[in-house]
């Protein structure tokens, strides 16, 4: 007889979700800030927004003790390696945000000097749009972050 | 009365000189530049101690000749006056004196211009790049660099596929950066 789900347990079957519940409320960001998106990324975390209210209030300046990175602001060509690195040194699970349209895409920037969106060299889990963003957007954005975390494979 | 008082010191030098409400400019010539540099900051009248600005203009599209200026804004604490000056720099040979000796503030102003119009200073003490990175080809600033031209230290692979190619590994430019060995490399360009 072939095994039904229910066969397998409740443990096996929603350890996956449990891990995505637990692992999506307790984000602790590494802040690759750059430029003037820190700002609106300050006023985020502050009491009126309270980013703490969503699990992810503690960064982490150490990329080794966070496990999402936020890219906040513009990254040039001289700071990608710089960036890499980071993002190379963070352990598995690991999530990133692009914050503001630097990050994301380059911006208005289209010259010598910058990066065309840090998805050129890392890869992006989430990009929230806005120059800079208001602190609804990065909400937003870490609540989709969430719900990719929730529904996501978990790496075990 | 400034403007007078420097033709009359130097009146072979002292190419050209103008105001235009208020602002003061003075053309010299090239060769005397620290001579009258020097000068002016010394000199109780002038007493120029500020070096408030230096940079460059490429006038490429209008054809001039020649072809870069050199603009230094200086300002007098003391007398409270303002003077520009200005020198021509022909593309064949970019190069103008240093003037760290004078003011110190002028080291990083100075390699600014050499990193993003590529003039060379005749007697600066770590004459290389202070904004871009060692690897950076070109002059950006210059009106012939292509406005497209793209030089990025990491490259994608393609659109499609997350494999990232490092065009150079990180950390081989550092002990460059700290050495400062390609000050000499970069004088004979």
Same mark, same amino acid.
Request: charged share 25%; aromatic share 10%; hydrophobic share 40%.
């Given at each position: ?5 229910? !066969? ?7 350890? #996956?979700?449990?891990?995505?519940? %637990? ?21 985020? %975390? ?20 966070? !496990? ?23 352990? !598995? ?16 920037? !289209? ?39 929730? #529904? ?5 | 009365? =400034? ?29 005397? *530049? ?15 101690? *500020? ?25 007098? *604490? ?26 110190? =503030?002028?080291?990083?102003?100075? @390699? ?7 003039? @060379? ?20 600033? @210059? ?21 990232? =190619? ?6 081989? $430019? ?7 060995? $390609? ?7």
């Amino acid at each position: 007889m072939k095994a039904q789900p229910i !066969d397998a347990g409740f443990f096996s079957t929603k350890l #996956n979700d449990m891990v995505g519940w %637990a692992r999506k409320y307790s984000l602790f960001q590494y802040p690759f800030v750059t430029a003037c998106c820190g700002m609106e990324y300050m006023a985020a %975390a502050c009491s009126h927004y309270d980013i703490d209210r969503f699990g992810a209030g503690l960064p982490r300046f150490s990329p080794r003790q966070a !496990d999402l990175l936020m890219v906040v602001g513009t990254v040039s060509q001289k700071l990608a390696p710089v960036l890499k690195k980071v993002y190379d040194q963070m352990c !598995d699970p690991k999530w990133v945000v692009a914050f503001g349209v630097c990050a994301s895409t380059g911006g208005f920037y !289209d010259n010598y000097a910058t990066l065309m969106g840090i998805d050129r060299i890392i890869p992006v889990d989430v990009y929230i749009p806005g120059c800079p963003p208001r602190p609804e957007n990065v909400l937003d954005g870490l609540l989709k972050l969430q719900a990719r975390i929730q #529904n996501q494979k978990q790496l075990l | 009365m =400034i403007l007078e008082a420097v033709k009359a010191k130097f009146p072979d030098e002292v190419l050209e000189t103008s105001e235009f409400r208020g602002d003061l400019t003075i053309v010299v010539r090239k060769e005397s *530049l620290a001579q009258i540099m020097k000068h002016l900051k010394e000199e109780a009248a002038f007493d120029f101690n *500020l070096l408030m600005d230096l940079t460059a203009v490429d006038y490429l599209s209008m054809e001039r000749k020649p072809r870069f200026d050199m603009v230094y804004h200086l300002y007098s *604490l003391r007398n409270k006056h303002r003077l520009r000056v200005k020198v021509g720099v022909h593309e064949k040979e970019p190069e103008v004196d240093s003037l760290v000796v004078l003011w110190p =503030i002028a080291n990083w102003f100075e @390699r600014e211009v050499w990193d993003m119009f590529g003039i @060379r200073f005749k007697g600066h003490p770590h004459l290389k790049r202070i904004l871009l990175y060692e690897e950076f080809e070109g002059h950006p600033l @210059r009106k012939d660099y292509p406005v497209n031209r793209r030089q990025p230290l990491m490259k994608q692979k393609s659109d499609h596929e997350l494999e990232f =190619i490092e065009a150079r590994e990180y950390g081989q $430019a550092v002990p460059e950066l700290l050495r400062g060995s $390609a000050n000499q490399e970069e004088k004979k360009i």
